[in-house]
């Protein structure tokens, strides 16, 4: 079991900028990838950028150009810089690991999130 634990979110106004750090509780870079999702009110959960453990990165076509995800050390194994932040951007933005067993079963981990507010 790995727990993880968002950081950085809170309220921004339009066309700022602010930076998502993931926490874990151990050393995940042996899972096959992390990302970052996000839930607006009402909408279902969206991938917004993941990366896998070879570094390579894919991003939402709505956030190329502004968002850059990262990878850290052990204890922050994952970032997220957001710029030129929009108010549709607002919602809960998670942190996902993903591992697959041997069998190609994959297993799903995510942090409780953190709140994005992009203010107009």
């Known amino acids: 079991q790995v727990q993880l634990v968002e950081s950085g979110g809170g309220l921004v106004q339009a066309g700022g900028s602010l930076r998502l750090s993931c926490a874990a509780s151990r050393s995940i870079f042996s899972f096959n990838g992390m990302g970052w999702y996000r839930q607006a009110p009402g909408k279902q959960r969206e991938l917004v950028a993941n990366i896998t453990s070879s570094g390579s990165t894919n991003y939402a076509n709505s956030v190329k150009g502004r968002f850059t995800i990262s990878r850290g050390n052990a204890k922050f194994p994952m970032y997220m810089q957001m710029t030129s932040l929009k108010p549709e951007e607002t919602a809960v933005y998670y942190c996902?690991?993903?591992?697959?067993?041997?069998?190609?079963?994959?297993?799903?981990?995510w942090g409780q999130g953190t709140q994005v507010t992009v203010s107009s």
């Open positions: 996902n690991a993903r591992r697959t067993d041997y069998a190609g079963i994959y297993y799903d981990y």
